[in-house]
């Protein structure tokens, strides 16, 4: 885990996901994530990001897209949480594979893929 994101005091057994520019750590709460239908036993599709640089009030507006996909998803999460520079969210899609997800906050950008499977 890049060092940097030890300011949000992340729990070190979670996976995670580094973006391809290094600045952005989408942390797992929901490990597996799931397309669809959430299982009514597991946590959901809860990920913590943690930016590496500052937020300066900036939200986080996260696209969620796969190829071949008609629809993205969109979130906005606002710059209100702490420890350190996080934006708590959940992410739910409605078929399972590999979603690329493109951020931006402030003049930042990251983009990195997030896998969902299938619902049982």
């Known amino acids: 885990m890049p060092t940097w994101t030890r300011t949000a005091d ?16 989408g ?4 490990d597996p994530l799931y397309a669809g239908r959430v299982p009514a036993d597991a946590p959901g599709n809860k990920v ?17 897209s796969r190829p071949g996909a008609r629809r993205a998803r969109h979130l906005e999460l606002p ?11 959940g992410i739910d899609v409605p ?3 590999c979603w690329h997800v493109v951020a931006a906050w402030g003049r930042h950008r990251a983009t990195l893929d997030l896998p969902f499977i299938a619902t049982g």
């Open 95 to 97: 078929a399972p594979g």
């Open 48 to 64: 913590l990001w943690v930016a590496r640089y500052a937020r300066d009030g900036h939200p986080l507006e996260v696209t969620v």
């Open 27 to 30: 942390f797992l709460f929901g």
């Open 79 to 89: 710059a209100d949480s702490s420890p350190g520079r996080i934006y708590p969210s």
């Open 10 to 25: 992340p729990p070190t057994s979670l996976r995670y996901a580094v973006s391809d520019q290094g600045n952005l750590v």
